[in-house]
């Protein structure tokens, strides 16, 4: 599956923006999907995941009742909205997929077979 991720921008602090994820190729439905993000100087981390189906959705503490992982399967997308956001929010985003469609270690890099170019989300305070 190839993932083609869009939607970041500049953004003041407290503003909100979506991000989508395209994917072409296999099935999108088979995939779980995961949101993961990068700050310079810093290790990529976890961001958001959902299930194949789109019924159940994990994130990580840090964005948890300001952003939302929805999928959209007939359209081959996955989304995020990204609420009252804050400066350390400031990173490139990325979106990924996993071919095995357990629900387990969501919040590691190494369960995600493919990964999209990224996508750059800078909040200004």
């Known amino acids: 599956v190839q993932l083609q991720a869009s939607g970041g921008g500049l953004v003041q602090a407290g503003g909100s923006l979506r991000l989508s994820c395209a994917a072409s190729?296999?099935?999108?439905?088979?995939?779980?999907m995961g949101w993961f993000r990068q700050a310079p100087g810093k290790e990529r981390e976890f961001v958001a995941a959902?299930?194949?189906?789109?019924?159940?959705?994990y994130y990580a503490d840090s964005v948890k009742g300001r952003f939302i992982i929805s999928r959209h399967n007939a359209k081959n997308t996955l989304y995020l909205q990204m609420n009252s956001l804050k400066s350390e929010d400031t990173a490139v985003y990325y979106c990924?997929?996993?071919?095995?469609?357990?629900?387990?270690?969501?919040?590691?890099?190494?369960?995600?077979?493919?990964w999209g170019q990224g996508t750059q989300v800078t909040v200004s305070s």
């Open positions: 190729g296999r099935t999108f439905s088979s995939y779980v």
């Open positions: 959902i299930s194949w189906s789109g019924g159940s959705t």
């Open positions: 990924a997929a996993a071919s095995r469609k357990d629900l387990l270690s969501l919040s590691a890099v190494t369960k995600y077979d493919y």
